[in-house]
């Protein structure tokens, strides 16, 4: 967890798969959904395997993701929140809790998909762990279950 992280010139930056600037499909109400490139852990049937190499992406500064952001909170009023996804987010877990910070200081709600359990993030020595943890308002966690899809309930991986 927590291993991705790239420093330059003092900018947390992270490699980015996929923004979706206004979504309804990754949690509840309208919400910015940052999909990070990178996952250690190999879900079988993964839904994004495209995502899972930490080769890709694009290397994004977190302060620009913050400027899309507040841009994109500025235009769309009804931004209820932000979703983090991946990939795996906590392995990105500076630069998501950077992220997850500037989204509550604007007043947006902010989700995480992770495939890791939330007891395996308690246990984490990392301290951005903790911090994006601390930061989030709802986790979907846990692996992905290729023999256990659930298609009774939203937002689950």
């Known amino acids: 967890m927590g291993k991705a992280l790239q420093v330059v010139a003092d900018r947390v930056v992270v490699p980015v798969a996929q923004v979706v ?3 309804q499909a990754e949690g509840p109400g309208v919400r910015f959904a940052v999909w990070f ?3 250690p852990l190999r879900c079988p049937g993964c ?3 495209e995502f899972l190499p930490f080769r890709g992406g694009v290397a994004t500064a977190v302060e620009d993701l ?3 952001l507040e841009a994109q909170r500025r235009t769309t ?3 209820e929140g932000i979703s983090l996804l991946g990939g795996e987010p906590f392995a990105h877990a500076e630069g998501g809790a950077v992220l997850a910070e500037a989204a509550a200081a604007i007043g947006l709600s902010v989700m995480v998909y992770s495939g890791y359990t939330i007891e395996q993030l308690r246990a984490s020595a990392d301290p951005a762990v903790a911090r994006l943890l601390d930061r989030t308002d709802l986790l979907v966690d846990g692996p992905y279950v290729r023999e256990s899809p659930d298609g009774t309930r939203r937002w689950v991986g």
């Open 21 to 23: 600037p206004v979504t």
């Open 37 to 39: 490139q990178g996952c």
């Open 47 to 49: 839904c994004n395997p």
């Open 66 to 68: 913050v400027g899309r």
């Open 77 to 79: 009023p009804d931004l």
